[in-house]
């Protein structure tokens, strides 16, 4: 094993062990090993910057801004007014997946289930259905329908790339489709026969009137006159109060250890969590009122036309990662910050000082006439039922026409999907499906980095001769199985690494390793990238393996089991179909 070997190796390692506990932001590991392959001179300068060229990095870019374009113009409005005539969970279900099946393997699917998040809740709640049976489903769907396609998934144009830099001739529009195909119409069938039993049902993912989405934590001011004024806690009873728990005590600027027996004084802050329903109640009951975030907007809480909300913070939003005081200043909305909950952790912090996840829900406050601006937020999801956007003139169908040709015209071979999705983003832009500031807002720039970042990885994996190191000494030691059994071995490397990293990041790490594998075998490369291709694209078993199962694992009020649960046979299911068909439509 060489020097360099070595380096690429650690790096790697590094990588993933950043990738797995979190520790920083996916697009700044990526900026992290890109810089260190460059200074120690495991790629060349140009090597190192090519990410940020790469027609991958460029069409996923790219296809933001459409499907942006698609959402603004709207061009899918009539998909709010489907769900609606919808009279039976069974033929919602069939319906949401006819319609996820059409649109998914052309639009990013972050953006599908963006979109599709607020028109599902509102529909499973008009025909009494709990949420929480349709939103994994809208989540693993749109991941399915997204590997019928070229364009379906950021993956899936990143092993493209990476495949194409390293000799391979890459993949066209549908060469995808008859496998998506069949793993599609299986994942359906598996979620419709038995996603009814290992769905939960938690009803209680939908509008303020079903509080009892999870756990909101918010802060109570002690008011003058209340009757906890010269009680302690435990004796007001308040930890007995249904539904509320009081976290912590808070006076002035600081914490008061052994809150339980202190004596509680005029503007006491009480750090509660629970359902909202409940803390309300508690409010009037105890002479305690919600201690608003955003001071200067308290007017807010007199007004007569108010309006209640949730909102999630989405994938690309710039609220992540920034404290709700980091964000009241740059917060362009007139709304007020009730409360916050996240699923699966139980917040204890000063409200101010909660540094906001993507997924958190945040309980606003908020006037008739602003709502509006707050749905069209490019930054969050907004959780109650969402006005469908009203068809913009002749937008709605130049948005529809403009995205028939950017997927058309490489597929018959008349230019690269980079240049028309290109020229698609910018014919939108021009023609009013969106602005020129919603084009950046557009863009979940994390990943575009995360993608540019990583690509000279891929490259020095290859020329250093890494990738044939790691499956020399790998899955080279199965190699006398046949190229079958290598085959199901390399899937499911590639599905356990994309659970555990970014699917992204699995991609970068196992195309070049994929071509080395084939080389080693001496036997086409194409299976092997079918597979890397597949397995990273479609992850069920976490909540945190990809991000659309991210966006819902809140507002459904999941379990991190329900996805194992769920997503655990169905993957194995994709899987098996993998390695009995790829090489069937990919021989070896």
Request: glycine share 8%; proline share 4%.
């Amino acid at each position: 094993m060489s020097f360099q070997i070595l380096l690429v190796i650690g790096i790697t390692l590094v990588a993933i062990y950043l990738f797995a506990t979190e520790k920083l932001r996916m697009d700044m590991v990526a900026v992290l090993v890109l810089a260190t392959l460059a200074v120690l001179d495991l790629v060349t300068p140009q090597q190192a910057l090519s990410g940020f060229s790469n027609q991958a990095t460029i069409t996923v870019a790219s296809m933001f801004v459409l499907a942006a374009g698609l959402q603004n113009s709207g061009a899918l409005s009539g998909i709010g007014w489907l769900f609606s005539r919808t009279k039976s969970p069974l033929l919602f279900l069939l319906l949401l997946f006819a319609v996820l099946a059409i649109i998914a393997p052309f639009v990013n699917n972050t953006a599908v289930v963006a979109v599709f998040m607020p028109l599902v809740i509102a529909a499973t709640t008009r025909i009494g259905m709990p949420a929480s049976k349709a939103l994994i489903p809208l989540s693993f769907v749109s991941q399915m329908a997204g590997v019928c396609t070229l364009v379906g998934t950021s993956t899936n144009l990143l092993v493209n790339g990476i495949a194409k830099d390293l000799g391979h001739p890459g993949f066209t529009m549908f060469e995808f489709t008859p496998l998506g195909l069949i793993c599609l119409a299986a994942g359906c069938a598996y979620l419709l026969i038995f996603g009814r039993w290992l769905l939960p049902d938690t009803r209680n993912a939908g509008f303020v009137e079903h509080y009892d989405i999870g756990k909101f934590l918010t802060e109570l001011r002690v008011m003058p006159g209340s009757r906890l004024i010269g009680k302690t806690i435990q004796e007001s009873r308040l930890g007995e109060q249904k539904g509320v728990f009081i976290l912590e005590l808070l006076r002035g600027k600081h914490r008061v250890s052994a809150a339980q027996t202190q004596t509680l004084q005029e503007d006491d802050i009480l750090l509660a969590r629970g359902d909202w329903s409940k803390l309300v109640e508690l409010t009037r009951k105890a002479g305690l009122e919600i201690n608003s975030q955003f001071k200067f907007k308290a007017r807010l809480l007199d007004e007569a036309d108010q309006v209640i909300t949730e909102v999630m913070i989405a994938p690309n939003s710039r609220a992540a990662d920034r404290t709700l005081e980091a964000l009241d200043r740059s917060w362009n909305h007139n709304a007020v910050v009730l409360a916050i909950q996240r699923r699966g952790e139980v917040l204890c912090e000063k409200l101010k000082d909660v540094r906001l996840d993507v997924g958190d829900i945040l309980l606003l406050i908020t006037s008739s006439a602003d709502a509006p601006a707050l749905r069209r937020d490019p930054d969050v999801i907004v959780l109650s039922e969402r006005e469908a956007a009203k068809p913009k003139g002749w937008r709605g169908t130049f948005a529809l026409l403009t995205m028939a040709l950017v997927i058309g015209i490489p597929a018959i071979g008349w230019a690269p999907i980079a240049i028309t999705s290109l020229v698609g983003a910018v014919a939108m832009t021009l023609a009013g499906c969106l602005d020129a500031d919603g084009v950046y807002d557009a863009i979940d720039w994390r990943i575009v980095v995360l993608m540019a970042g990583l690509l000279p990885l891929g490259v020095a994996m290859s020329q250093t001769g890494t990738a044939a190191f790691v499956v020399e000494h790998t899955i080279g030691l199965v190699r006398d199985l046949g190229p079958h059994v290598v085959l199901a071995v390399m899937y499911l490397v590639a599905l356990l690494l994309a659970e555990l990293m970014s699917n992204s990041a699995a991609a970068v790490l196992l195309t070049p390793i994929g071509i080395s594998t084939a080389q080693m075998l001496g036997v086409d490369a194409t299976p092997f990238l079918v597979a890397v291709t597949f397995s990273a694209s479609t992850s069920f078993l976490t909540p945190v393996g990809y991000q659309t199962n991210t966006m819902v694992y809140t507002a459904g009020g999941y379990r991190f089991t329900d996805f194992v649960k769920v997503g655990l046979p169905l993957n194995l299911i994709f899987w098996v179909l993998g390695v009995i068909y790829i090489p069937r439509f990919w021989p070896f």
